[in-house]
């Protein structure tokens, strides 16, 4: 039976046509003890803290907004003196409890800190082709940046209302692999985009004065390795990210391609996933349940446009995933509502939007600077959860390895089907990306808890493939998919790739839903950045890093405790 509380999460979901924020309550008026001897001359409200998909929703959490770096330390002294905590706040666009849990059980001597409104300088500086960028600022803003510098980056995540900050903690990543004979251009990385750092500032311990500071530090240096992807585990206010010259690309969408043939068995012939990899590199498939053909976005670099190609000079340009009609908002609320085989329909109809969208709008083929194809994703698009896992494996594997599980999940979701439940709504969506190669850079250390984080002992897995399964947030017997889903892939690629969790997504699963397995929370993970690494760099010697830069957990939450216990 699906609990009333998830119910109304998934109705809300269903429902939402924007995303506006939540009204902001004067300390002085809000109904909650004021935090003791909170710092003067800092912003202070009550506000509604919401992640993307309104699966975690907590009424009443203390917000404040700083003015400068100078005052998150002034915070952290603050919080260390008074037993409170403090969790960076950007766009909430993220569905793992890293900054609060969903029952809001850790909300208590809590205060968010908003870094969104003030903590957004950027600079460029085009002789070294670098971008300082304070971690507040959106990745639209910087990649706005950078594009007036002539300079951009291989791939990043496609919402650009994302901060720098949240991309950072969660190794954020976009889809590209070199294709067939091209050339790495200088600067620029197939791997995430903490693998671009250069130099990065944090709110920090120091022992001989007894208090938190901000220290920078440079790429190479120990502590950066435990902080270019720190899983909310620390607080950084600033970095410096490398950059290389911008590139044009072209975008061209397929929706005619049968999910037969795209995912068909490694070594087979005609239009599969793998071609387009070899012929282009970048390369996107979403796949909507029950529907034959899936939507395939290849980008490839074009320094001139294609006679054919569709110029844009703006990012966002898929409108009709943007502003979705109400006969999608209908749908869903009959899932959620009870009537959950209007999956069947459901997934057609957003497949049908895709297809007409495409054409009447002409954005089956576009071109322009990357920024303005690599974003696409709007906060006005359908919220729902999502669960995620990296394969890491050879680039010769990945056809293998796309081809196994999307014949797994269609065969088990249809094995639901015959017994009347429908527990996947969204779609699923296919990326393949490089790994953190600090050389790409001209760094020698690489982020130590990036999913992409290359295996010393197993040189020749040199690409990751990212597989998420969406669906609406409440949708019965959601969670036992997953958790069936993620012991398939778990024993599945054991025997030749490796499994990692997608830390801002669902992982950790049982009937009960994400992250409550303590196998895989507690052990498994772990020991995912334990095996092949040495002692003095891994799993552990970054936890240990990050403990000795805020002894006092002050930059952690209940989550992140038992995760890096």
Not at 104 to 115: E, P
Request: net charge neutral; aromatic share 10%.
């Amino acid at each position: 039976m699906i609990t009333r509380r998830r119910l109304m999460q998934g109705a809300a979901v269903a429902g939402v046509a924007a995303w506006v924020p939540f009204e902001q309550i004067p300390a002085a008026q809000a109904a909650l003890p004021t935090p003791p001897a909170f710092p003067a001359g800092i912003p202070l409200f009550q506000q509604s803290y919401k992640n993307w998909s309104g699966a975690i929703a907590v009424d009443g959490v203390w917000t404040c907004t700083p003015n400068a770096p100078a005052d998150v330390v002034t915070l952290a002294n603050w919080a260390r003196s008074k037993g409170w905590r403090l969790r960076a706040k950007g766009s909430s666009h993220n569905w793992s409890p890293l900054s609060l849990a969903a029952d809001g059980s850790d909300a208590a001597n809590v205060v968010l800190v908003d870094t969104k409104t003030k903590l957004t300088a950027i600079s460029v500086d085009t002789a070294t082709s670098r971008v300082r960028v304070q971690t507040g600022a959106t990745m639209l803003a910087m990649m706005t940046a950078l594009e007036n510098a002539g300079l951009g980056i291989t791939a990043s995540p496609a919402p650009g209302d994302l901060t720098v900050g949240g991309v950072l903690a969660i190794d954020g990543h976009g889809t590209a692999v070199p294709k067939t004979g091209e050339v790495k251009p200088a600067g620029h990385t197939y791997g995430s985009i903490s693998n671009l750092v250069q130099q990065i500032t944090a709110v920090v311990w120091n022992a001989p004065t007894s208090s938190y500071v901000l220290k920078t530090y440079q790429r190479n240096d120990v502590e950066a390795g435990a902080l270019m992807a720190h899983v909310g585990r620390s607080f950084i206010t600033e970095v410096v990210l490398q950059a290389g010259a911008n590139q044009r690309l072209r975008c061209q969408s397929w929706f005619d391609i049968p999910a037969t043939e795209l995912f068909a068995p490694a070594g087979s012939g005609g239009k599969t996933f793998e071609s387009y990899l070899n012929s282009a590199g970048r390369v996107e498939a979403i796949w909507f349940p029950f529907t034959p053909k899936p939507w395939l976005k290849v980008w490839s670099v074009a320094p001139s446009k294609p006679i054919f190609s569709k110029q844009v000079n703006s990012p966002y340009n898929y409108t009709f995933s943007d502003n979705l009609p109400q006969s999608i908002f209908d749908l869903s609320a009959q899932i959620i509502g009870g009537n959950p085989a209007a999956v069947t329909d459901f997934g057609t109809l957003n497949y049908n939007i895709v297809a007409a969208g495409l054409v009447t709008t002409f954005t089956y083929d576009i071109w322009g600077w990357s920024k303005n194809l690599l974003l696409y994703v709007r906060p006005t698009t359908l919220r729902v959860t999502a669960n995620g896992y990296a394969i890491l494996c050879r680039r010769a594997d990945v056809q293998r390895v796309i081809q196994e599980f999307t014949f797994r999940y269609s065969t088990r979701l249809n094995d639901y089907r015959q017994q009347g439940k429908y527990p996947m709504n969204g779609p699923v969506e296919i990326r393949v990306t490089g790994v953190d190669k600090p050389g790409d850079v001209g760094a020698t250390r690489s982020p130590q808890m990036s999913a992409l984080r290359p295996r010393p002992d197993h040189p020749e897995w040199d690409c990751a493939v990212w597989l998420d399964i969406l669906t609406l947030p409440g949708t019965p017997y959601a969670d036992e998919f997953y958790a069936e889903m993620e012991q398939w892939i778990y024993s599945n690629y054991a025997s030749y790739a490796d499994v990692r969790p997608e830390w801002s997504k669902g992982w950790g699963y049982t009937s009960s839903g994400a992250w409550t397995s303590g196998t895989v929370v507690d052990t498994t993970v772990p020991n995912t950045f334990r095996t092949g690494y040495p002692l003095n760099d891994n799993w552990d010697s970054a936890r240990a890093m990050l403990d000795i830069l805020d002894p006092a957990r002050v930059f952690s939450s209940a989550f992140v405790d038992r995760l890096l216990l």
